[in-house]
Structure formats: structure tokens, C-alpha cells
């Protein structure tokens, strides 16, 4: 039995669920270390708050299949920047049980890209607009 919107639902709900918890961390402890990480970048640390945009209303977006393409290319954006920032060195670099060092931060970029070419299925609080 083929149900794409099932699937898509399930795949909305992991990614969205699984990257809440980041941002919910960060509710509860804070992003100023992202603020030094910014502004050891030449930028300023108020740049540290936009973590909340990709770890928790893009995945409360896209865990409600609202606006799921374009709450999902932000998701995307976030996991870039979060390479960028803090995990460059380990674009090449294999894990030592011979996995990629970077396959959550990967899963959950092509994860955010898929959805964005998808969008949200039929099981989805949407609007029916070209971001959904």
C-alpha cells in the first residue's frame, strides 16, 4: 500500500520533533555561546537569536504542515549556517565507526531540503499556497 502523504507526514513530524528539542534547549539555557560565536565571526552577537527562528518556530511550521516549503528552506538555511559556524572542519572527516561526522547536521539538511521540493502532503494544516 503507497501513501506518500503518510510518509510525509512522518518524515514532517521526525524532523520537526527532533529539532524542536534543540531549540527548546536553547529556550531553557540560552544562546549566548552562540553570541561569541558571532561575534568571534565579525558579527554581531544579536545574531544569536535567529537560532530560534530555525530551531523552533520552522519546525513548529513544519510539524503543522503550515507554510512546510518555506518553514523547510529555513530549516535548510539554519543547518548551514550551523555547519559554517561550528562544524566546518567536519565536512571530509568520517566518524570513527566509519560514518559521515556530519550525517545528523546532513540528515536534517537534506531532510529540510526534500520537504521543500514535497511540501507538506495532504495531512497538513495548509493553505494551499506555493509554500505549503
Excluded: C
Aim: no cysteine; glycine share 12%; hydrophobic share 55%.
Amino acid at each position: 500500500m503507497k501513501n506518500n502523504d503518510l510518509g510525509l507526514l512522518i518524515i514532517r513530524l521526525s524532523l520537526g520533533i527532533l529539532m524542536l528539542l534543540h531549540g527548546i534547549a536553547k529556550i531553557t539555557h540560552g544562546v549566548d555561546f552562540l553570541g561569541g560565536m558571532f561575534k568571534d565571526l565579525g558579527l554581531p552577537s544579536f545574531f544569536a537569536y535567529t537560532v530560534y527562528i530555525g530551531e523552533v518556530v520552522a519546525p513548529l511550521l513544519i510539524i503543522a504542515g503550515y507554510r512546510t516549503r518555506l518553514a523547510a528552506l529555513v530549516f535548510a538555511f539554519t543547518m548551514i549556517v550551523a555547519v559554517g559556524m561550528a562544524h566546518a572542519s567536519d565536512i571530509f572527516k568520517l566518524s570513527d565507526t566509519g560514518g559521515w561526522s556530519l550525517e545528523l547536521q546532513g540528515l536534517y539538511f537534506f531532510g529540510g531540503l526534500a520537504l521543500f521540493f514535497t511540501g507538506a502532503g495532504k495531512y497538513a494544516a495548509s493553505t494551499n499556497s506555493k509554500w505549503d
